[in-house]
Nanobody, 114 residues
Framework: VQLVESGGGLTQPGGSLRLSCAASGFIFSLHGFRWYRQAPGKQRELVAHIFSSGSTNYVDSVKGRFTISRDNAKSTVYLQMSSLKPEDTAVYYC?????????WGQGTQVTVSS
């Protein structure tokens, strides 16, 4: 199982970024995926979850600003982030649970600063 994130970077407050998580090594369409983030000195936080059905859940702090989606044909999960705030600054991780094992990507840094 491999998860590879991309799309992070530096943006100003109010800006947008789209993160991608390319997955391989398992049947993508049968699994739900999560995006977590971890800011310096803080615990890792669940940001968004997309089920195999396509249903989604979000932490309250990103509702209306972030959108998680999936492309089963490309085995890729996305996190579209808009109206970014400095408090969104963190390393963002893609996560999947397959056969009871937790898998993580390497993370991608998102920095929101003027």
């Amino acid at each position: 199982v491999q998860l590879v994130e991309s799309g992070g970077g530096l943006t100003q407050p109010g800006g947008s970024l789209r993160l991608s998580c390319a997955a391989s090594g398992f049947i993508f369409s049968l699994h739900g995926f999560r995006w977590y983030r971890q800011a310096p000195g803080k615990q890792r936080e669940l940001v968004a979850h997309i089920f195999s059905s396509g249903s989604t859940n979000y932490v309250d702090s990103v509702k209306g600003r972030f959108t998680i989606s999936r492309d089963n044909a490309k085995s890729t999960v996305y996190l579209q982030m808009s109206s970014l705030k400095p408090e969104d600054t963190a390393v963002y991780y893609c996560n999947v649970v397959s056969n009871t094992v937790n898998y993580w990507g390497q993370g991608t840094q998102v920095t929101v600063s003027s």
